[in-house]
């Protein structure tokens, strides 16, 4: 995909640039897992419609033990290797090497996501906010297998479409805040044109290589950085290393809403979390079944 042959109509009337930029140093987070985050930290809050993105690695014993969410969607999308899955309701389930759960939280949710291998155990964590009237949805599940995600290739250019379009394939994914989710791989000497909806909020981040993005007169950009695109219509990337590059692209339609988040919990008012911490502590509107519910990755930890 070199030129314009991605973009219909030629070059973008008005590419995105890059407006922020920062790298995501390691952090704790959950027990003794380590977090790389982008979203969610004291320089980036949140990035409307988006809460939080990690990049997390955990190695067995550490992990995410029994905790719980409530207004918001979390994504995962694993790199390698794979993490046990457990909720309240009795769903279950691995999330293995370049698998998806689309998971919404809704009106509350109770889980753990465990090492379910030895080693270490990668992926992304990206969580997204719902609209008010999203908030208190019942909680659902969509779960991509690596295998059946649908995928491009064009010109150097390789996508893997979590969620939304590219190249002419689609998603099945149905993202209750319109979202766009896609993993690019481009090799030495390509050059991405994407669109995306003039509206959305949109980032890249950067697995792996380095690229330039938004100009081609830009400075390479290594792994571990995210880049928060300013307006327009379309994102260029290029790479012109001699090494394989590794993006995700992600764009998002902003709520524009109050937000107000309390650790797992985002409602739009400090009086719904506080009516939120009050459900949860006595097991109430949607945190019933957290009465008598452990995982069995809790239990196994006891002594």
Request: contains cysteine; aromatic residues 10%; hydrophobic residues 40%.
């Given at each position: 995909m070199h030129g314009s042959e991605s973009c219909s109509g030629g070059a973008f009337e008005e590419p995105r640039m890059v407006v922020r930029k920062f790298l995501a140093r390691p952090q704790h987070e959950g027990a003794g897992a380590v977090v790389r985050r982008s979203i969610g930290r004291f320089e980036l809050r949140h990035f409307d419609p988006f809460l939080?993105?990690?990049?997390?690695?955990?190695?067995?014993?550490?992990?995410?033990?029994?905790?719980?969410?409530?207004?918001?969607?979390?994504?995962?999308?694993?790199?390698?290797?794979?993490?046990?899955?457990?909720?309240?309701e009795g769903h279950k389930g691995t999330i293995g090497p370049g698998d998806l759960q689309w998971m919404t939280a809704g009106r509350g949710i109770v889980h753990s996501e465990m090492p379910a291998a030895q080693g270490t155990q990668k992926g992304l964590q990206l969580w997204i906010n719902l609209s008010s009237k999203h908030k208190m949805i019942e909680p659902r599940y969509q779960e991509i297998l690596s295998k059946d995600i649908a995928e491009a290739t064009e010109g150097g250019i390789k996508v893997r479409v979590i969620a939304g379009e590219a190249l002419g394939i689609k998603s099945p994914i149905y993202t209750r805040t319109p979202t766009m989710y896609l993993d690019f791989t481009l090799k030495s000497g390509a050059h991405l044109q994407q669109p995306i909806p003039v509206s959305w909020n949109a980032f890249v981040y950067v697995l792996e290589g380095e690229g330039v993005f938004g100009s081609s007169k830009s400075q390479p950009v290594t792994a571990h950085h995210i880049l928060l695109l300013g307006s327009g219509n379309g994102l260029e990337a290029w790479n012109k290393s001699s090494k394989l590059l590794r993006f995700i692209l992600v764009g998002g339609e902003p709520l524009g809403e109050p937000l107000v988040q309390f650790g797992p919990f985002v409602m739009n008012t400090q009086e719904e979390i506080d009516q939120t911490v009050d459900d949860f502590e006595n097991f109430t509107n949607g945190f019933e079944k957290a009465r008598h519910w452990r995982s069995g990755a809790a239990i196994g930890l006891e002594f």
């Amino acid at each position: 995909m070199h030129g314009s042959e991605s973009c219909s109509g030629g070059a973008f009337e008005e590419p995105r640039m890059v407006v922020r930029k920062f790298l995501a140093r390691p952090q704790h987070e959950g027990a003794g897992a380590v977090v790389r985050r982008s979203i969610g930290r004291f320089e980036l809050r949140h990035f409307d419609p988006f809460l939080v993105l990690d990049e997390f690695s955990v190695t067995a014993p550490a992990g995410f033990p029994d905790h719980p969410h409530r207004g918001f969607e979390t994504v995962t999308y694993m790199l390698q290797g794979a993490v046990t899955h457990e909720d309240f309701e009795g769903h279950k389930g691995t999330i293995g090497p370049g698998d998806l759960q689309w998971m919404t939280a809704g009106r509350g949710i109770v889980h753990s996501e465990m090492p379910a291998a030895q080693g270490t155990q990668k992926g992304l964590q990206l969580w997204i906010n719902l609209s008010s009237k999203h908030k208190m949805i019942e909680p659902r599940y969509q779960e991509i297998l690596s295998k059946d995600i649908a995928e491009a290739t064009e010109g150097g250019i390789k996508v893997r479409v979590i969620a939304g379009e590219a190249l002419g394939i689609k998603s099945p994914i149905y993202t209750r805040t319109p979202t766009m989710y896609l993993d690019f791989t481009l090799k030495s000497g390509a050059h991405l044109q994407q669109p995306i909806p003039v509206s959305w909020n949109a980032f890249v981040y950067v697995l792996e290589g380095e690229g330039v993005f938004g100009s081609s007169k830009s400075q390479p950009v290594t792994a571990h950085h995210i880049l928060l695109l300013g307006s327009g219509n379309g994102l260029e990337a290029w790479n012109k290393s001699s090494k394989l590059l590794r993006f995700i692209l992600v764009g998002g339609e902003p709520l524009g809403e109050p937000l107000v988040q309390f650790g797992p919990f985002v409602m739009n008012t400090q009086e719904e979390i506080d009516q939120t911490v009050d459900d949860f502590e006595n097991f109430t509107n949607g945190f019933e079944k957290a009465r008598h519910w452990r995982s069995g990755a809790a239990i196994g930890l006891e002594f």
